[in-house]
């Protein structure tokens, strides 16, 4: 794991661009539930795939995507 990966679920309008721009594959829009504005959110179960590209972020229209890089020694 090189990173983690957070959302802001709250103002997340689930329209799967950081689904589809993951080059992991890691990113999904959970079914199991909704927020506040009716959408399933962006989530993520497996971070052990996710490699701190930032992609997810940079593609973010509401930029609710934050990708903490971690250092390893
Ligand atoms: S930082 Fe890159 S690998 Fe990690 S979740 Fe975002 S797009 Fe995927
Ligand atoms: S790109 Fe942003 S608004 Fe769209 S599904 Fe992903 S986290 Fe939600």
Redesign the pocket.
Known sequence: MKGITT?DQYY????????HICPTNI?F?DKTTTNHKGYN??TINNMEGCIACGQ?AR????S??TVKRINRV
């Open positions: 959302f997340c309008k689930g329209c799967g661009l950081c689904v990113i829009l959110p962006a997810c593609i973010c229209p509401d609710v995507i």
